[in-house]
């Protein structure tokens, strides 16, 4: 048999689901998240922020940068 996890986005969602698997008489369990859920929407939103980042690692990495965006202007 299957497992699934469902990620209920809010309190109505959760209480929602809960009766819909309580009418249809099958079993689940819940597991709390042993992290802060501020903590993890804190780091959720960092990855967010990530995506589309520059990373500059050295002087070479950042004058190849400032050498691109020359260009990139000048056309």
């Known amino acids: 048999m299957e497992v699934l ?5 809010n309190n109505n969602q959760l209480e929602a689901i809960k009766s819909v698997l309580k009418a249809l008489k099958i ?9 802060n859920p501020e903590f993890v ?11 589309g980042a520059i990373y500059l690692e050295s ?5 190849n940068y400032f050498k691109s965006l020359e260009k990139d202007v000048q056309g």
């Not at 002087?59 to 004058?63: G, N, T, V």
């Open 59 to 63: 002087e070479e990495d950042l004058e």
């Open 5 to 9: 996890t469902i990620h209920p986005k």
């Open 27 to 35: 079993p689940f369990e819940k597991k709390e998240s042993p992290y």
């Open 41 to 51: 929407k804190m780091i959720q939103e960092a990855e967010k922020n990530i995506e």
